[in-house]
């Protein structure tokens, strides 16, 4: 591939993983990129590297506009390793002159990489160096994605360098959001939300707002992961705001296990209650023919969160708990719920699933449906009467 310039003088000079499927837990079914940039001026920046295993592919992609040694600075705007996996090596062979990082990011890369020698100089939110011709302007932007997370801002180009923020984790050989499809680009964005910002909901908000009152020009975004939003940014920050604000929608997912078809029947007549009362959009999940972080994509903007499980050794079935520990980790709020579920015996799942929800601060409609053993049409009854209940409550909730 080749380093593409991005502004005059600026490049993208990073690597593709087309084959990555698993990014700690969260599933990348279309791979992802490490986008890391060069700015050349008077002084020459590297903002960000990639991660260890793609060091050529950054290598090659620089010794196309400069050779490596004559770099001057690095910036680390985030320490994590997809970011920052080859950055001994790279530093090894640069011998920048600086290597700028937030307070928390020479924490973090003392931490990671026990290397007291490194020309490490900490910046602050609303720090800036003088490059020549441009200004790089650092806000800190913590827990998006870790504590040491920051932005570099270069104002004469309108351009933000956004790190995790604002990225999808999609392989492409483009690299920029006019030349995909939009939707797959804006449903990747989605996933990425969901399960990497998500529990940071009020940060980004806040973030959001103090952009907006820095009066910050934005004429291009450019993240850590994936397309470079340079035809409409403005469509991923108003994303991020639909987003972090958590607003419900009329829209319930059903995410459930069964062992042997009873739960599944209860999953579908809860489903049909709900139809019957006008709610359209419904997502039906079975937990282990889902990926969590596709189940987490759903729950995103849903206003009703319901769950079944069949009891399995006085407990819900083992990818529930999956499910349920990710989706508890990453904080959904606003929503309305219910569960339910078959047994044989003992019948601890709804227990255990109600527990699940009321930690989540969801708001349970009802006590939840237990049918013992096999379904028929008369006990499915009380599943359709929960689909309805919750589709009244989730009309009289979405949109608050
Ligand atoms: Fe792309 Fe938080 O690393």
Known sequence: MKAVEIKPDIFWVGAVDWNNRDFHGYSIKKGTTYNAYLVRDEKTVLFDTVRQGFKGDLLHHLRQLIEPEKIDYIVVNHVE????GCLP????????EKIFCSPMGKKVLLEH?????????VVKTGDQIELGRRTVRFIETRMLHWPDSMFSYIPEEKLLISSDAFGQHWATSQRFDDEVD?????AHSAKYYANILLLYSPLVEKLLAQVQADGLEIEMIAPDHGLIWRRNPSAILEAYQRWSSQQARSKAVIIYDSMWHSTEKMAKAVLSGLQDEGIKEISLLHARKNHRSDIMTEVLEAGAVILGSATLNNNIMPAMADVLTYMKGLRP?????????????????????NGYLEEMGVELVG???RIKNVPTHETLADCVELGH????????????
């Open 81 to 84: 390793l997809d970011h920052s």
């Open 89 to 96: 090596e790279l530093i090894e062979l640069i011998k920048p």
């Open 113 to 121: 990489f026990h290397r007291p020698d490194w020309p490490l100089e």
């Open 182 to 186: 939009q939707a797959e680009l804006l």
């Open 333 to 353: 709020k606003n929503k309305i719920g219910a569960a339910f579920g078959s047994f044989g015996w003992s019948g601890e799942a709804v227990k255990h699933l």
């Open 367 to 369: 006590e939840g449906v």
């Open 389 to 400: 209940s919750i589709a009244r409550a989730l009309n009289g909730t979405a949109g608050r």
